[in-house]
Structures are given as C-alpha cells and as structure tokens.
C-alpha cells in the first residue's frame, strides 16, 4: 500500500476550542467509526504531546523543552561525561515535575483502549512512565524511562520510586549512574525497537498521539502500519508530515479528542 489517503477514511477535523473538555464531538466518518469498533490489532504511537495536559512540557514548540535548553548540554553522553552534575539536576527538576503530574483524559482512554482490543500495545518516545500509570501494561518505551537509572561501567540497573536526592547518584562501584534515557546519538533499545516494528507491521489500526513525527525511528512506524495495509489515525494540535498519509488527521487537544472519539464508538 502506498502513502497516499485511503479513499472514503480520509478525514481532517479540525476541533473547535472553548475551553478544557469543551470540544465538539468530532464527526468520525461510519467507515473510520466501523473500523475502529471491529479493529482487533491496535497501536498507540505517543510523543510529548500526549502528557502535555498532565503539565509535562513538549520538546518543539511554543514553550517547548528544546527552546529554553540546549539539548548538547542535557541530552547527550558528552553533555553528561563534561558536567553531570549540571545533567543530573535537570533530571531531578523533571523527575519532580512528572512525579507532581497526573494521568490527564487522553492517558486514560489509552488505558481503556487495551481494555477493549484483543490485541494492543502503546509505543511511546516518552520517558515520563505516565501510561502505566494511567494503568496500560503493555509499553514499549523507546527512548528509555526516567525512573531508571544505570551505570554504564558494571550494567547495573535502579528502579527509581521518587526523584534522586544525592547528586550525581553513584553505583556502588564508585561510578556516576546515569539516567536509563536514550540521548542524541545513542542506539535505541534493540528489544524495543524490534516489538515496535512488529506491532506496526501487525497493527490493523495505528492512532498517532501528540508526536511531531520528526524524530526517527519512531517516526517511520506510523508509516510501517499503512505500508502493510493498517489504517492511522492522527491526533495532535497541528498537521504534521502523518497528516499527509493518516487515513484520518484529528486537530486539538488529545484530551479532548480521545474521549470524544472513545464515546462516538461505544
Ligand atoms: P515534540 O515536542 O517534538 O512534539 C510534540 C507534539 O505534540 C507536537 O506535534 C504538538 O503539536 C503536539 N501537542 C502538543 N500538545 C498537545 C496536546 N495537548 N494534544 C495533542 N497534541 C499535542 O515531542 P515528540 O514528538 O515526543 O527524544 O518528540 C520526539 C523526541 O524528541 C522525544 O522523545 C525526545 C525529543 O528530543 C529524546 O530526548 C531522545
């Protein structure tokens, strides 16, 4: 299957905003309501976007985490070999920040959703842990998690149950853990990876959360699921490159959209 729309899913709704919760119930074509209700094989791809209700900034953007920091600095090994005390303390800063955050209504429905499909899986390029908390158990995070760190030298690995206090944190072998986060120029876990590209290829239908599609490989798994004959239906607050293959492209706030898609299928 090629690229191009789907004829007769093809959709783009754009939401009208009056305020949290507001939203018009967004008009999902029968065809697009037809599949979701009968699809067995469901994915979830999140990116930022998706906790930005919860008050977890996005990375691009007005406001975003890329404008104010410079990721060189906080997000790669030599940034963290330079200085990691200055890396740690912004882990910590965000480690607080997610720990204060709640699941928001679109973390929910996706919760709900691998309570209705035979078969689901979320995908996220986010760290944050906010879906299993929201209550999903199949996760696959791409790039890392933030309640974990690691120490590079002996592999050791921590599960973290509150924001690091001592800074920079050290294994025991006297070396400085790091967070268990992927960073510019680093592989992505090859596990994870690999069940993110199985899901995609296997999915019947792929939704597309708050992701600007800019970064790879999370990127080209939307566009695995429509290769291999899988419909995609995006949600985010602006048009994005999946906008120009989704079978259906939703605008507005993913906490206002998921629960009004999940209502127009019951
Ligand atoms: P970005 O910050 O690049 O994109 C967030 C997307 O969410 C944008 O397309 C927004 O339009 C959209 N968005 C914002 N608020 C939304 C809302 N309430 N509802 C729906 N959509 C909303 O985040 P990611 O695509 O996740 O990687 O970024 C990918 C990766 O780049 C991150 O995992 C991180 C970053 O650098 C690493 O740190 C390795």
């Given at each position: 299957m090629g690229h191009g729309p789907e004829k007769g899913l093809t959709q783009e709704v754009r939401l009208r905003m009056s305020g949290p919760g507001q939203a018009e119930t967004p008009k999902l074509d029968k065809g697009l309501v037809k599949k979701i209700r009968e699809a067995r094989t469901v994915s979830v791809l999140t990116?930022?976007?998706?906790?930005?209700?919860?008050?977890?900034?996005?990375?691009?953007?007005a406001g975003g985490i890329w404008d104010k920091y410079d990721f060189r600095v906080l997000a790669t090994h030599e940034g963290f070999r330079k200085d990691p005390r200055l890396v740690w303390e912004w882990y910590q800063l965000r480690q607080v920040e997610i720990a204060k955050a709640r699941p928001n209504p679109a973390h929910m429905v996706i919760a709900d959703m691998e309570k209705r499909f035979?078969?689901?899986?979320?995908?996220?390029?986010?760290?944050?842990?906010?879906?299993?908390r929201a209550g999903n158990k199949k996760v696959i995070e791409l790039h890392g998690n933030i309640w974990r760190m690691r120490c590079e030298r002996d592999g050791l690995e921590l599960v973290l149950g509150a924001p690091v206090s001592d800074i920079p944190p050290l294994c025991q072998c006297g070396s400085i853990l790091r967070p268990d986060v992927v960073w510019f120029?680093?592989?992505?876990?090859?596990?994870?990876?690999?069940?993110?590209?199985?899901?995609?290829?296997?999915?019947?239908?792929?939704?597309?959360?708050?992701?600007?599609?800019?970064?790879?490989?999370?990127?080209?798994?939307?566009?695995?699921?429509?290769?291999?004959?899988?419909?995609?239906?995006?949600?985010?607050?602006?048009?994005?490159?999946?906008?120009?293959?989704?079978?259906a492209s939703f605008f507005g706030r993913a906490g206002d959209i998921l629960p009004a898609i999940w209502k127009a299928i019951q």
């Open positions: 990116g930022a976007g998706v906790s930005a209700e919860s008050g977890i900034p996005t990375f691009r953007g035979s078969s689901f899986s979320v995908i996220t390029q986010n760290i944050d842990g906010m879906h299993a120029g680093e592989q992505l876990p090859k596990n994870e990876v690999e069940e993110a590209s199985r899901v995609a290829r296997e999915s019947e239908l792929m939704f597309v959360v708050g992701t600007s599609a800019v970064v790879y490989p999370a990127a080209a798994l939307p566009v695995i699921t429509k290769n291999s004959g899988g419909a995609v239906v995006e949600v985010n607050l602006e048009p994005t490159d999946v906008s120009t293959y989704a079978d």
